[in-house]
């Protein structure tokens, strides 16, 4: 069994240390109704495949669960096996994630609850927030994180995000309940924007930071990100992933965050290191469907799975998001690239104790 005790400090030194955490994926049967066993069997196999936690109720969730009375059943899941799902490897901490979305009052809503529920923070997305200033923004963040840590959130515009400037972020920073950030605008003049707001703030001690940007993973791990904060200098680091992406071949995953954190704490980066970064984008722009704009970027990574058994189809809640035309070509030819970059060995290991 895992420690999820919202009352000890665990999750928190494993939330900075740097983790993988999957954002969880939504199992459904052919009626896009939850299928509970599968919905079960993909948290244990994050759990089995050494994640430091997961994030649910998040984008790769389907915000769309909210309109289907599904947010507390899909959190209570994940957080039973989080609790007492005994991981290949033994008990560890975990950081537990809820996606936290809508207006103010939804909001603070879905924080009690995934308070009750016992998770550790909030991912808080302000998609639905758009066209607010600043000043209400902030105000929003601050009501949310009176209830519970808040993971703050930028999503990238082509699947709803908000365009989030430096100031916006120095100010969300400086907020104490403010636990970390996940970046994922997918475009490095933005990711700047995040780390600046937290050196000025003052708050690189303090906010872990996460890569979203799954489109640039491994050199995000890799970078040390020197600024200045007036005339002093401010070196920060993107810690662990909080990633889509790793909601598949998260086996692998744990593996490469390994080889990341003992390569930035000894040195120098192996150029082999190094190479991976084009490999996983490679690999992302077949599951996240970049050549149509993200459209089948859930379908994708339901696809890997229902190819390794995890899932029995790709179904979302939305009968019109499905995969791409010339997407499952893709995904075949990424697999067949990168065999070191996928779990199908992993699964098919231990996919009968996970749907047991």
């Not at 309940?177 to 690189?204: H, S």
Request: aromatic share 6%; proline share 5%.
């Amino acid at each position: 069994m895992a420690s999820t005790d919202a009352g000890s400090d665990a999750w928190r030194t494993v939330l900075w240390r740097g983790a993988v955490i999957p954002a969880h994926l939504l199992a459904l049967d052919a009626r896009r109704q939850l299928d509970e066993r599968r919905q079960r069997a993909l948290s244990r196999y994050y759990l089995d495949a050494g994640a430091g936690g997961m994030a649910v109720g998040v984008h790769s969730t389907q915000f769309a669960i909210r309109e289907r009375g599904l947010y507390r059943p899909v959190l209570e899941l994940a957080m039973d096996e989080a609790r007492h799902w005994q991981p290949l490897g033994g008990s560890r901490p975990l950081v537990m994630i809820a996606g936290l979305s809508g207006p103010t009052p939804q909001a603070v809503a879905e924080a009690r609850t995934a308070q009750d529920l016992g998770y550790h923070a909030g991912l808080l997305s302000l998609a639905a927030l758009r066209g607010q200033d600043e000043d209400a923004l902030v105000a929003h963040c601050r009501a949310v994180a009176e209830v519970l840590p808040v993971v703050g959130f930028y999503l990238q515009p082509a699947v709803g995000g908000i365009h989030l400037p430096t100031s916006f972020w120095r100010r969300f920073a400086a907020i104490e309940n403010v636990v970390a950030i996940k970046m994922a605008p997918f475009n490095r003049y933005r990711t700047l924007d995040v780390l600046r707001g937290v050196a000025e703030a003052g708050a690189e001690q303090r906010v872990a930071l996460y890569t979203g940007n799954d489109d640039h993973i491994v050199l995000d791990l890799l970078t040390p990100f020197a600024l200045r904060r007036g005339q002093e200098p401010v070196t920060l680091r993107i810690r662990g992933g909080l990633l889509g992406h790793w909601s598949v071949g998260t086996r692998r995953a744990v593996e490469l965050l390994e080889r990341i954190h003992t390569a930035v704490e000894t040195g120098p980066v192996p150029p082999e290191l190094l190479a991976l970064d084009a490999q996983v984008t490679d690999c992302n722009a077949a599951l996240f469907d970049v050549e149509h704009d993200f459209h089948g970027c859930i379908a994708g990574c339901h696809e890997v799975l229902r190819r390794q058994g995890l899932l029995e189809g790709i179904w979302c809640l939305d009968p019109q998001e499905s995969l791409s035309p010339g997407q499952a070509d893709e995904l075949t030819r990424v697999h067949d690239a990168y065999p070191h970059l996928h779990d199908d060995d992993f699964v098919a290991a231990h996919l009968d104790r996970w749907l047991a």
